[in-house]
């Protein structure tokens, strides 16, 4: 009962943030708006809840959107993005060599939890993995909260500030209702069965893959060429956003104030590196800064696609970098901490 009444207050803070931040004509108005009153509703003290299986079936949603952007024109685009997948893998080796050694130094950051907190990869797998090393998980929690929560309020206002973004409807997407009942069809079909096979192949990110694969097939095969609904989109951030606020329930602000700041100043030092990769990049290659600061940046996998579809922004492109990357990171974060777990510990105990 109790968990219901904090799934109902955490959909209505949300939708009531995400409203507000669509009337003033914010960027990303109804993940922000809805992450943004969920966060500071939370570290109020209100008991905010967030049921994982409601997160899951709106990223099911995302898959499904996201596999609509494969075109037989973008996979035949693919290997052109060889030596951006190269630099982003080395940039994820980077960003951990420098941000582990940094949070190792921070008080109350053990070995584990300075590294797993320092990956910039999945939200869940990066918390699991530490807590199996020894880690403590609310400070990794917390920081991997603060990074996907900077991240997806800094990139929309850049975009804003930099290159004229004006907020309006994803692209690509319509109203619910222009969809034909044929097509909803394939597309919740797409979403219910890819979710289930996902899990049962226990894909990474099983709740995102598997209805992107299958939705990326029936687009490729022709069998289908519509989008889900922008209002499945919309309700789709509006449950994500309020997921990571609902992450602050039970830290008191007061107390975690200090360990927030560090982890906006790490998400910094994450993004700087990403905007210093990407012109690199744009330079060497061609390939667009818009497109290249989206795909490195070190926000969540659901999140960044949902803002590269509210911006408009090569969403085929920007997802299989984030796909990358986590999958690199799920297969290789335990190797690269054996590694580098004496030489953070050495560091912790000073």
């Not at 109020?44 to 299986?53: N, S």
């Not at 008080?107 to 807590?131: D, K």
């Not at 929560?149 to 990139?155: M, Q, S």
């Not at 085929?316 to 297969?331: D, E, G, K, N």
């Amino acid at each position: 009962m109790i968990r219901l009444k904090g799934l109902a207050f955490a959909l209505m803070i949300g939708a009531a943030g995400g409203w507000l931040f669509a009337a003033l004509r914010m960027p990303l108005p109804w993940m922000m708006g809805a992450m943004c009153a969920t966060t500071v509703v939370a570290l109020a003290g209100v008991p905010l809840a967030m049921p994982p299986v409601l997160r899951s079936l709106m990223i099911a949603v995302v898959g499904t959107m996201l596999g609509s952007a494969f075109t037989p024109e973008v996979v035949a685009g693919v290997a052109r993005w060889t030596p951006s997948l190269v630099v982003l893998l080395l940039y994820t080796i980077a960003i951990i060599a420098l941000a582990a050694p940094l949070l190792a130094r921070a008080p109350g950051f053990n070995a584990p939890s300075a590294f797993y907190a320092g990956v910039p990869g999945g939200f869940s797998e990066m918390v699991f993995l530490g807590e199996q090393s020894g880690g403590d998980e609310r400070r990794m929690s917390l920081i991997h909260s603060v990074r996907i929560l900077v991240t997806v309020i800094a990139i929309p206002f850049w975009f804003r500030l930099f290159h004229g973004y004006a907020p309006d409807t994803p692209s690509g997407l319509g109203a619910a209702a222009a969809l034909r009942v044929p097509d909803a069809v394939i597309l919740v079909v797409c979403a219910v069965v890819g979710y289930a096979g996902g899990r049962r192949l226990r894909l990474p990110a099983a709740p995102l893959l598997g209805p992107m694969v299958l939705s990326a097939a029936a687009h490729l095969s022709g069998l289908t060429a519509a989008s889900p609904p922008a209002e499945a989109v919309n309700i789709a951030q509006i449950v994500l956003g309020a997921g990571v606020g609902a992450r602050f329930v039970g830290f008191a602000a007061r107390k975690v104030l200090g360990v927030m700041a560090i982890g906006a100043g790490i998400t910094a030092l994450m993004l700087a590196l990403a905007i210093g990769a990407a012109l690199a990049l744009e330079r060497l290659t061609g390939l667009p800064f818009t497109g290249l600061i989206l795909a490195f940046a070190p926000g969540g996998l659901a999140e960044m696609i949902l803002v590269s579809l509210a911006l408009g922004i090569d969403t085929a492109f920007v997802s299989v970098h984030h796909i990358v990357r986590m999958v690199f990171l799920v297969a290789c974060a335990p190797l690269l901490y054996r590694a580098a777990e004496k030489y953070l510990a050495r560091i912790a105990q000073r």
